[in-house]
């Protein structure tokens, strides 16, 4: 039954602020958005947190509860003990605007710099022919929905703010294999993805995986099997021997270098 | 005062859902400077919430589908009361904007012969709709999205419109602020595309999130273009039902087409007591013709459970209210003990994903306890079917916030292809819209103060009300007296109480300063719910009979003569006015679509 | 708190941002006990090391007919047989007599080799040893990261190398399961507990070669159209589940042939006797 939480929220904006501490009157079986909602609709009303679909579908609600990245939406409430109190901060790797708001174009710029989707030349719309099986692990990575969780936790640049230049983070390495792993795609995008978006900076330490609230297998699935294919053309010299002669894949051309923004008209 | 941020475009598109993507993809690739502003982030649009699929006719499944089934589906599904120009284009177009989604790069789920898979859904003769898993909006969000950003389209994010601009009677630009920094921004162009989606936040139980909050319809009935069909709002019949935080979450159409049956609390599949002549014909009298349809379409009549949305939420309404509803006052969906669970997981993951996670019911195993919820509103601004224009010149509307297509009731899967079709006629004629001018219109520099002076006035009034309170009774009073089934009194008292909603908005105040303050964004947003909940209860109130998505308990019946005619809003200075004009009328060729079965 | 307080005039918008962060204070807020996972790694990987390098230096008692340790399998050096507790082992002995060393630290380079640039136990020491980082939102210690982009690090890359190595191991290490049907005298048909034990090690180390993601990558992973291969899409299929399992299979693997080696250890040594099924 309902019960007074202990909310800690972080408040403030970049020049300075800290953790808060609210009681929030909660009720069984809700979220802690919910918490947060009331307290915005009762005792905050200027607490700034993003939020849409409350459903888990847009991942909008990025935030660290108890230290953890969740979206605050799907995280609920039974999962504490009801003495304890529930801490939540914005997330870390990102700066932030204000409360629980944090500016995440860092994702939007990498998306402009992975090269698009290239269908081959010549096939006309209604005329795509992929099988089921063909598609399914693309579409593992399609699921994605971008509420940067993985982007966050990764170490890479959570705790190293100048790798942010060469790294694209998680969330991009499997919008990378999913293009590489779509069976119509045309273009070679393995230099872009080692040289300027930092694959090997990545060490597989999974926390991605860990916090994914789509379960999306992304160092098992996309970050290793990327890895791997990268040593196919770049650092295996007995595979690449072996394709010269036999390969089982339609040659795929390298992705042209970008000049500012690409555009990509067909 | 401080120097206004300003930019200049062709085309600027407001929202960046389906429709608002489509349209700026189409505007660019029409050669026009495009902009898209929008609310929340890049890619979080409501969209991202359908899941059932994109309907097209394209055949892949049933070579027997083609357009005019589809014309005929979506005219019947709506009560005769759609656009029939618009939703012509819409079943003729829809296959060509679907494929042209894959040639971005969306991967849908695949035929044995590696096209295109397509599900059933309810009021759709065959299967049509094109789909990947229960995420199709998702997919189609993401394709377009990032089509859009290897365009090159500008995008302006967490940025908020509150106010057309105009020249005389055209279209000059828009106004709106940053959420981010609380800075105003000014808009100029020829072109305004209006795709902000739907109005579901003015009511209490919706599957709706916080940006549906009218802006769109508001917007365009105070820069002068009339709204259409405002009484009909559909309430989607199985939204989720407890725990008490989750009500109103949508619970997608699929779980019914892939085999789920509506039970009340005694076990009965009670849509067999509630097949309504109109439908009688093609729909299936015993359990047993129902559950051979999944595999033989042709010589079995549809289950009465995937018979169009507002027949359905009437009914479980009905069952309900005669006491055989479950605990908390909804119907059993039960597909537990009729597929199996690796089947439930392949084809509704993130059903099952979102009932375990939120409510603790595992689908493989028991039924979900459902309720109607507000879901999708019909009605929008009028627009001609060819150019998505609106009355006002230059200013177009594409996807939920344009009215007409869907007529009295939009079937599912209907809507993502609407947001394509009309999004990319949107789109083009906005932008040679801009091409043909030949002066750009000029903004009145009067209007971008007053709408300033607008914008900041709850900051300038102390110790009022806060937004939020208010924001709850509206919900409540929509819920209550302009919900599912309504009577003349209850709307009348709606009225009267929105009146008083009005002079309370009058006196709402904010505290905080300008960065990302939600108190006062929803205070900016109540504006536009007020005037949108004022033209649903006038509409509604307007139309005397029951039809579609407008149940009337006085006016019970349909009456052919308000088959005939529209009702339209107009905004009159300080009210909504509401009038009748008569429906557009179908060329012979396309009426004997409706003689022939 | 500076934004609660309300004021008076219509505030000015926001000023725009530098780009900092949130300054939240501590390395972690989390308050579960994240650091129990990198110290049993710790404990069980220090261990094994320890008990391994001595083994493999003490170079005696790893031969019973028939049981021959795995750490010492193949015997790459003529002086296998000849030394305390090995009297009789089988050798290839391509690296002649003039290896006097321990015969072990040849061979144990391929196990040592795909372990160590195996993905799932870079995951383990990373986190544990080199905290980088300890557990997921846990800031990690280091002022500067380089990632794999790098020497050493850099040559991670050769994994798939030992994975053909490893493969061609467990081919000899299956066979001494096999010759393992022996009695003491030589004769076939017959089986003991040391039997047992060096069938489950050749069973837990294909497992867990079969089950590596690079395993996973020729079989199939590098397939763009699986409907186009059936007979490889399966095999990847195969592994694919397997390899879910791959960091439990790690682990199990890794203390069983630990505990084979110890096995065969104390009864070449005549600690204790093999027990005899039939």
């Known amino acids: ?266 | 005062m401080s120097e206004i941020e300003r930019h200049s475009y062709d085309v600027v598109v407001v929202g960046a859902g389906g429709a608002g993507l489509r349209a700026a993809i189409a505007a660019h690739d029409a050669g026009a400077r495009t902009a898209i502003v929008c609310k929340s982030l890049l890619g979080k649009a409501h969209t991202v919430m359908a899941e059932g699929g994109i309907a097209a006719a394209m055949g892949n499944v049933w070579p027997e589908d083609n357009w005019q089934v589809h014309f005929r589906d979506t005219m019947r599904g709506g009560k005769m009361l759609n656009n029939w120009r618009m939703a012509q284009l819409h079943a003729q177009e829809a296959p060509e904007r679907v494929w042209e989604l894959e040639s971005w790069g969306a991967l849908f789920d695949r035929t044995p012969d590696g096209k295109i898979s397509q599900r059933d859904f309810g009021g759709h003769r065959y299967a049509r709709l094109a789909h990947v898993g229960d995420r199709t909006g998702l997919e189609m969000i993401r394709t377009l999205q990032q089509r859009a950003v290897a365009l090159g389209i500008d995008v302006f994010m967490e940025c908020t419109i509150t106010r057309l601009l105009k020249d005389g009677d055209r279209i000059a630009g828009a106004f709106g602020y940053w959420r981010e920094s609380g800075r105003f921004i000014v808009f100029e162009a020829p072109s305004v595309v209006l795709a902000t989606g739907g109005i579901g936040k003015s009511f209490k139980v919706t599957s709706n999130s916080w940006e549906y909050t009218g802006d769109g319809h508001a917007m365009a009935m105070l820069a002068g273009a009339p709204l259409i069909n405002m009484e009909f709002v559909q309430f989607h019949p199985t939204g989720m039902l407890w725990p008490p935080s989750v009500r109103g979450i949508l619970v997608t159409e699929s779980v019914r087409g892939d085999g789920g049956v509506l039970r009340n609390a005694e076990g009965r599949r009670f849509m067999f007591d509630y097949i309504s002549d109109y439908f009688k014909a093609e729909t299936a009298d015993t359990e047993e013709e129902a559950d051979r349809w999944y595999d033989d379409h042709i010589n079995n009549r549809r289950p009465p459970e995937l018979l169009p949305r507002d027949e359905v939420a009437r009914a479980i309404n009905a069952e309900v209210k005669a006491g055989r509803g479950t605990p908390h006052g909804g119907v059993y969906l039960d597909i537990a003990s009729r597929r199996s669970p690796e089947f439930i997981k392949k084809r509704l993951p993130s059903m099952y994903h979102q009932f375990k996670e939120l409510a603790d019911v595992d689908i493989t195993k028991e039924p979900m306890e459902i309720a109607p919820t507000c879901h999708y509103v019909m009605g929008g601004v009028e627009v001609d079917a060819d150019s998505a224009m609106s009355k006002v010149p230059g200013l177009f509307a594409a996807g939920e916030v344009a009215g007409g297509m869907h007529g009295a009731n939009r079937l599912g899967g209907n809507s993502l292809s609407d947001l394509l079709v009309f999004g990319k006629r949107a789109g083009e004629y906005a932008a040679a819209h801009a091409a043909g001018l030949a002066v750009r219109p000029r903004i009145d520099e009067a209007d971008v103060a007053q709408a300033e002076a607008e914008a900041l006035a709850p900051f300038a009034r102390d110790g009022g009300e806060n937004p939020y309170s208010l924001h709850r009774d509206l919900q409540e009073t929509m819920h209550n007296l302009v919900g599912i089934i309504r009577v003349a009194e209850e709307m009348e008292r709606a009225l009267e109480r929105i009146a008083e909603y009005r002079e309370r908005l009058e006196k709402v105040s904010v505290e905080g300063n300008r960065q990302y303050n939600p108190g006062w964004h929803l205070a900016l947003d109540l504006r536009n719910m007020l005037i949108v909940s004022e033209s649903i209860a006038r509409a509604a109130l307007e139309r005397k009979e029951s039809r579609g998505g407008h149940t009337r308990d006085d006016y019970p019946s349909t009456d052919p003569e308000w088959g005939k005619r529209n009702v339209c809003c107009r905004w009159d200075g300080d009210h909504v006015t509401v009038y009748q004009q008569p429906l557009p009328e179908m060329p012979d060729e396309l009426k004997k679509l409706f003689e022939e079965h | 708190m500076t934004t609660q307080s309300r004021v008076p005039s219509i505030p000015a918008p926001a000023a725009p941002r530098t780009g900092r962060r949130a300054p939240v204070r501590g390395r972690t807020l989390r308050t579960d006990r994240w650091w129990a996972q990198p110290a049993v790694t710790v404990a069980v990987l220090t261990s094994f090391v320890v008990y391994s390098t001595w083994a493999a230096f003490v170079d005696r008692d790893y031969f019973w007919e028939p049981y021959l340790s795995p750490f010492y399998s193949p015997c790459l050096a003529t002086r296998c047989g000849l030394v305390p507790g090995s009297q009789g082992a089988p050798h290839v002995g391509i690296f002649g007599s003039w290896w006097i060393i321990s015969p072990a630290i040849i061979i144990l380079i391929v196990p040592l080799g795909f372990r160590l640039t195996c993905y799932y136990y870079r995951k383990a020491y990373y986190r544990s040893f080199w905290l980088s980082p300890p557990a997921c939102a846990v800031a990690e210690p280091h002022r500067r990261y380089t990632g794999e982009t790098r020497f050493p690090l850099i040559l991670q890359n050769v994994h798939r190398y030992f994975f053909y190595l490893g493969f061609l191991l467990n081919i000899v290490l299956s066979y001494d399961a096999v010759i393992a049907f022996r009695d003491h005298q030589g004769r076939w048909g017959h089986a003991g507990l040391g039997t047992l034990v060096l069938v489950l090690n050749a069973l837990l180390l294909w497992a867990y070669t079969l089950s590596c993601h690079s395993c996973r990558g020729i079989v199939g992973g590098r397939l763009n159209h699986f409907s186009r291969h059936p007979v490889r899409y399966r095999l990847w299929t195969w592994v694919s589940r397997w390899n879910r399992y791959h960091g439990q299979i790690a682990w199990v693997s890794l203390v069983w042939v630990a505990l084979a080696d110890l096995y065969v250890r104390l009864v070449a040594a005549g600690w204790i006797t093999d027990v005899r099924f039939f």
């Open chain 1, 1 to 266: 039954m309902g019960y007074d939480l202990k909310l800690r929220v972080w408040r403030g904006d970049e020049n300075g602020g800290g953790l808060v501490d609210f009681t929030v009157p909660v009720e069984e079986g809700e979220v802690v958005l919910d918490a947060i909602h009331r307290l915005q609709a009762t005792q905050a009303h200027d607490l700034a947190v993003r939020w849409n679909c409350k459903a888990g579908k847009c991942g909008s609600c990025s935030a660290e509860i108890n230290g953890r990245p969740r979206l605050m939406c799907m995280t609920r409430l039974s999962l504490f003990d009801p003495a304890e109190p529930v801490t939540v901060t914005p997330l870390r790797t990102f700066p932030v605007i204000r409360d629980l708001v944090t500016d995440v174009s860092f994702n939007y710029e990498k998306a402009k710099t992975v090269p698009p989707f290239t269908p081959p030349e010549g096939l006309a719309l209604g005329e795509y022919r992929m099988a089921q099986v063909d598609v399914e692990r693309s579409q593992e990575f399609r699921k994605c929905i971008e509420c940067f969780l993985c982007q966050n936790v990764c170490h890479v640049i959570r705790d190293h703010e100048e790798n942010k230049q060469h790294f694209a983070g998680p969330r991009f390495f499997i919008r990378y294999a999913e293009l590489d792993m779509h069976p119509l795609d045309t273009l070679d995008r393995k230099r872009q993805l080692r040289d300027e978006h930092g694959l090997g900076l990545c060490n597989i330490t999974k926390c991605c995986t860990e916090v994914c609230p789509e379960g999306i297998k992304i160092t098992d699935n996309a970050i290793i099997p990327m890895k791997e294919r990268v040593v196919d053309t770049r650092y295996d010299p007995l595979t690449r021997f072996i394709r010269r002669f036999r390969s089982p894949e339609q040659p795929r051309r390298p992705a042209p270098e970008r000049q500012g923004q690409t555009a990509a008209d067909s």
